[in-house]
């Protein structure tokens, strides 16, 4: 399963209205073992930093690489990704890089409160 930048942003901002869900979901993803993107990374951080505060966007990042496993991408991934954001017109390059991820997994998920994942064909979003 990947975990999205929805799920760790909700998460830490004690404001959004998914911020009991979003750190229920973080502990159910990290005991089963879930990953997430150097882009998820990228993506959470500076949004944290422009939304709520540096100090709050470094909390996270670190505890995001703490807790999770991260991947990165090859050039042949971000062109498959690329082909997603141009076939699904609301996928984010970051969301797209999710797909490709999640894809190459056995149970395809996506832990995420975004629902432009739900769709892609054959990814499952958990929320």
């Given at each position: 399963m990947?975990?999205?930048s929805s799920v760790f942003?909700?998460?830490a901002n004690k404001n959004d209205e998914n911020f009991?869900?979003?750190n229920e979901l973080l502990l159910m993803a990290e005991d089963a073992g879930?990953?997430?993107t150097d882009h998820v990374l990228e993506e959470?951080?500076?949004y944290l930093c422009k939304k709520v505060g540096s100090d709050t966007a470094y909390k996270t990042g670190s505890g995001m690489l703490d807790s999770f496993d991260l991947l990165f991408f090859s050039e042949e991934n971000l062109r498959e990704a690329l082909e997603l954001v141009k076939k699904y017109k609301r996928l984010s390059l970051c969301d797209a890089l999710s797909v490709v991820a999640a894809s190459g997994m056995r149970d395809k998920a996506i832990c995420s409160f975004d629902s432009d994942f739900d769709l892609v064909k054959g990814i499952k979003r958990i929320f």
């Amino acid at each position: 399963m990947i975990v999205d930048s929805s799920v760790f942003i909700a998460a830490a901002n004690k404001n959004d209205e998914n911020f009991k869900l979003a750190n229920e979901l973080l502990l159910m993803a990290e005991d089963a073992g879930a990953q997430t993107t150097d882009h998820v990374l990228e993506e959470v951080v500076t949004y944290l930093c422009k939304k709520v505060g540096s100090d709050t966007a470094y909390k996270t990042g670190s505890g995001m690489l703490d807790s999770f496993d991260l991947l990165f991408f090859s050039e042949e991934n971000l062109r498959e990704a690329l082909e997603l954001v141009k076939k699904y017109k609301r996928l984010s390059l970051c969301d797209a890089l999710s797909v490709v991820a999640a894809s190459g997994m056995r149970d395809k998920a996506i832990c995420s409160f975004d629902s432009d994942f739900d769709l892609v064909k054959g990814i499952k979003r958990i929320f």
